[in-house]
């Protein structure tokens, strides 16, 4: 038996990730500022996103996120909070991020530069005006060792 798609939002599955700086601004309703990590965004929508990164984030935390990317040299910041984790190996969590976007316009600006890559990847794995992750992204990411509690 599978599982009903509760996704209402058209998702982009990337075959090159993008790579994105998120940080925490909020735990249980408190405010909070950590310093920015670097994390690979494995596919997007209007609605969020699901991420690879090596850090251990706290699922019951009710932690607050913002996320920062680049789609067609325009800087993407946006807010999010956990819906899920996996843990894929050692040292490797997949998180689903629900996206808190408050302005109607930010949201249709996201679906309308996502909607356009979708079209442009067809013909290119990635594009430079967007933040896709290079092999020093890479390395960067998974030199990322340390846990947030």
């Known amino acids: 038996m599978s599982q009903a ?14 790579s994105a700086l998120f940080k925490i601004i909020g735990i249980k309703n408190k ?9 690979m965004i494995r596919d997007i929508s209007s609605g969020g996103i699901r ?10 935390m009710n932690l607050l996120l913002e996320f920062t990317f680049h789609l067609f040299h325009q800087e993407i910041k946006v807010l999010g909070v956990l ?18 976007i408050a302005d109607p ?27 896709f992750c290079s092999d ?3 390395k960067d990411i998974f030199s990322t060792t340390y846990e947030i509690t």
């Open 31 to 39: 405010a909070a500022d950590t310093k920015h990590s670097k994390i």
């Open 5 to 18: 798609n509760k996704r209402s939002s058209f998702r982009l599955n990337l075959q090159i990730p993008l």
């Open 51 to 60: 991420i690879h990164t090596p850090l251990n984030l706290p699922i019951d």
């Open 136 to 138: 020093e992204d890479m």
């Open 83 to 100: 819906t899920r984790k996996t843990m894929l190996k050692p040292s490797l969590y997949e998180y689903g991020i629900e996206f808190s």
């Open 105 to 131: 316009i930010i949201e249709q600006q996201l679906t309308s530069h996502l909607i356009l890559l979708g079209a442009r990847l067809k013909h290119n794995n990635m594009l430079a005006s967007c933040s």
